[in-house]
């Protein structure tokens, strides 16, 4: 979500997210995931605001890395191993534009069939990762977004992980 410094916001959508979850159980257990995100599928619902925000700000085509998002080392804090539901923090590192900070923020898990679906979010503010600052006739987008991402993660028997 991407506020508006004139009021207002509009929303980058996409579907792309691909990663990994693994449930470790030995003592202590553990998860340990990573999440990517294909920031050439990002859409804004308009094409020429899409076209501004992947080359100008994200700049996807810059250099090896700028056409992804990832989030690793996720840690989250308040959900029983064993039975990972209901609402908790969460801290992680957030590699974006050529830079990786840490990033936190609230996620919700619920079961979902055989795999739990992950509802989070968490705030980013673009000069951090030293996007510029977006700005096109005189309107801008605020250097706080919030990132939002539901996904399930589902048990993948081959491998002994969830995807």
């Given amino acids: 979500t991407c506020p ?16 990994t979850v693994q449930h470790n159980t030995a003592a202590p257990p ?15 619902g308009i094409g020429l605001r899409t076209e501004h925000m992947q ?27 064993d039975a990972p ?34 509802k989070a979010s968490f705030p980013v503010l673009l000069s951090e990762y030293m996007i510029p600052e977006p700005r096109y006739l005189g309107v801008g987008v605020k250097d706080q977004v919030t990132v939002e991402v539901t996904f399930v993660a589902s048990p993948d028997a081959a491998a002994n992980t969830t995807r």
Wanted: no cysteine; hydrophobic share 40%; charged share 25%.
């Fill in 30 to 44: 553990s998860h340990r995931a990573r999440l990517v995100v294909d920031l050439r599928t990002l859409d804004t």
């Fill in 55 to 81: 080359a100008n700000y994200l700049e996807v085509d810059r250099a090896a890395g700028y056409d992804q998002a990832v989030l690793s080392d996720i840690d989250v804090a308040g959900l029983k191993p």
């Fill in 85 to 118: 539901e209901g609402k908790a923090r969460f801290s992680a590192s957030l590699a974006l534009h050529g830079v990786t900070r840490s990033v936190s923020g609230q996620a919700e898990v619920r079961r979902d069939g055989a795999g739990l679906k992950v």
């Fill in 4 to 19: 508006l410094t004139v009021g207002g916001s509009f929303q980058a959508r996409t579907s792309s997210i691909t990663g």
